[in-house]
């Protein structure tokens, strides 16, 4: 049966093999809770072992879109599982919740054991990141789905969060002021866009990124798109343990005009002012190549701000102060104000 399976194009081997080399990873990142370990059919954790009282599950899943196609041309996979683990954590952790576990899905056409151990191992990084454990994934092989040396990988994570510190858009108030805590660059949202740019100018990802953008010494272009999503988790989280919080909004796609609004209820809007925290050079080198209108890039893009905090304003210092303790750069960007949409004023 085996044999005929390869002949399939199907490797039971190449599996085993994947399953030997991911198992350290994947120990790295137990925490309280967590029972049994990988190979069970399904992962398994003590929620009484936390000491909830009323213990409210926030679920969040995603993929890291066609940022792939870069990591593909790269031929660097080791932080892309980064990606998927904080696209989802940072998206529960809005809600108030600390991610618990995270379960991982990588399919390709052909397995090659140790670009999945990459994979796996920048999972384990991003889980480490937020405090979360990996309890278990799959890993699919299937032969005609995938080009070959290409994949797909999504993920999937629960937080918990008691229910009287949940966050939902019931505190936010007008007069809160917006607390914007900086991106490290692209994240994975908008990369259908980017690599039109980069198609349409015939942009070399191995060139240095100084031939288009000064700003990133030593880097590649490629190198600058790949930079992984910032995992928020342990330092907003300590956030909001300190400090009177009313609304989180991730920065994913739809940039500013779509997620700040997420958190408003009707009546509101936001007032933004540019020029309060720094737009980094690839956004810049975005809307140059790509002949963007200005505005509409908070439209696609993050702009440098890859989370924002509603809170009222005797707050934000304390606030900022937290973040900068975790090597975050945060500032006041804008604030709640009567209205609707999202304001960009200079």
Known sequence: ???????SGVSLEA?????????KHVASTSRPGVMGGIGSFGGMFDLASLCYREPILVSGTDGVGTKLKIAFAMDRHDTIGIDAVAMCVNDVLAQGAEPLFFLDYVAQGKTRPE?????????AEGCRQAGCALVGGETAEMPGMYAEGEYDIAGFTTGVVERSALIDDSKVAVGDVLVGIASTGVHSNGFSLVRKIVADNALDLHAPFEEYMEGAPGRSLGEVLLTPTRIYVKQVLE????????????ITGGGFDENIPRILRDGMGVEIVEGSWEILPVFRFLERYGKIDHREMFNIFNMGIGMVMALPESDAA????????HGDRATVIGRVVEGKNVRIVK
């Open 239 to 250: 956030v909001i343990r300190s400090c009177e919080i009313h609304g989180v909004a991730h």
């Open 1 to 7: 049966m085996a044999i005929d399976y390869e002949k």
């Open 15 to 23: 599996g085993y093999e994947v399953v030997r080399r991911i198992k």
């Open 318 to 325: 304390k606030a900022i102060d937290i973040l900068a303790a």
């Open 115 to 123: 670009v999945v151990e990459a994979i796996v191992a920048g999972v």
